[in-house]
């Protein structure tokens, strides 16, 4: 990836990644392929791509649970790998997770306020220096937590079954807050909550880290949702990053025929239905990709180097630095002439 001078010092390093997963009686399954991305200090990155294309395993590898192959995942300057099993109990790491299901965080056992407790106490003794905080100060802190999401008052007092989907996902993100991270990675966390929920929880995300300059990394297999929250948009394919920039960029000039495809299928604003929908074909197993270029067989634009040789994720041609597409065909004539909706808003 580009280093980019105008942008500060980056709080997540991903270089090349490669992880992955045994299978019995065949080739392992290569989640990642060679996946490089920075994500700056209060940054709330999109990261797009269909179901399969590994944004999952990125999140885990970011976080150590998925060991990288080959390449490295420094987080505010330390190798993931290297920080120690203390840093990664519950609630210390400094960069915490937000499932698509909160119950993947939440213990079904005790009340939301203890849970909150539990992160806010290992938090203060991880910290050690200074007097230890009494309990009623633990138990308003974890009070004021709740609101800060949008829970009502009380709701310290319930278990996770009490609360609706969207109130459980504010819980999670609430416990994820009490460790004072400096990132959130968080993996679809709206895809299992109804339409009503999506928006608000979204935005209280967006927003939590805007107002904390807690950096965000946000993953959707679904564009319209990422291209409403973020700064910065990295689209993934098979294993791949295939384009990165900015919202307008990612939304104005899409310059990967993966891109522009993905758009074609966000509904227009208006209401007015979708565009017709430009992606066809199945997504390829990533244990066997085809060779070349990983998309060249749903790709329109394909030309006969995309079946033979894999493009680099570059700059664009006469760009400073973002965007950044891994296309033959957008590096070496510019981007496609294409009609795109403008930026979804808020
Ligand atoms: P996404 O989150 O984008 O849907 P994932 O990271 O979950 O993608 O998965 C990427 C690929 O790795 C998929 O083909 C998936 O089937 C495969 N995969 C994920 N987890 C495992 C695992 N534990 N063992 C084997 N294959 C896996
Ligand atoms: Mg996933």
Not at 25 to 37: D, E, N, Q, T, Y
Not at 274 to 280: I, K, S, Y
């Amino acid at each position: 990836m580009s280093v980019n001078a105008s942008r500060p010092a980056p709080l997540l390093r991903v270089e090349d990644v490669v992880v992955e997963y045994p299978r019995k009686g065949l080739p392992p399954m290569r989640a990642l392929a060679g996946v490089g991305l920075e994500i700056a200090p209060g940054e709330v990155v999109g990261i797009v791509g269909e179901s399969g294309c590994g944004k999952s395993t990125l999140a885990r590898a970011v976080t150590g649970l998925a060991p990288a192959h080959t390449g490295s995942v420094t987080f505010d300057g330390t190798p993931v790998g290297a920080m120690g099993r203390r840093r990664r109990a519950p609630g210390l790491l400094p960069l915490q997770m937000v499932f698509q299901d909160p119950n993947a965080s939440l213990n079904p056992r005790r009340t939301i306020g203890a849970q909150i407790q539990e992160v806010v106490v290992a938090r203060e003794r991880a910290r050690g220096a200074g007097r230890r905080r009494s309990d009623p100060e633990n138990a308003r802190e974890a009070v004021e937590a709740l609101r800060r999401v949008g829970l009502p008052d009380g709701a310290a007092e319930k278990y996770p079954h009490e609360f609706s989907g969207g109130q459980r996902q504010r819980a999670a993100i609430a416990r994820a807050l009490a460790s004072r991270p400096k990132m959130i990675v968080a993996d679809e966390p709206v895809s299992a909550l109804d339409a009503s929920a999506q928006a608000a929880v979204a935005n209280l995300l967006r927003d939590l880290s805007r107002e904390e300059g807690i950096a965000l990394a946000f993953i959707s297999h679904d564009l319209a949702v990422v291209g409403a929250l973020a700064d910065r948009v990295v689209v993934m394919y098979l294993g791949r990053v295939v384009e990165t920039g900015t919202v307008e960029q990612i939304f104005n000039a899409p310059q990967h025929p993966y891109t522009q495809a993905l758009l074609a299928a966000v509904p227009v604003p208006d209401g007015s239905g979708t565009r017709p929908r430009a992606l066809t074909g199945e997504v390829p197993d990533p244990g066997s990709p085809p060779p070349g270029c990983r998309f060249h067989p749903r790709c329109p634009l394909a030309v006969g180097r995309c079946r033979s040789d894999e493009p680099a994720l570059l700059r664009a041609p006469g760009a400073t630095a973002e965007p950044e597409v891994a296309c033959w065909v957008a590096q070496e004539s510019g981007p496609a002439t294409h009609t795109a909706p403008a930026p979804p808003t808020a």
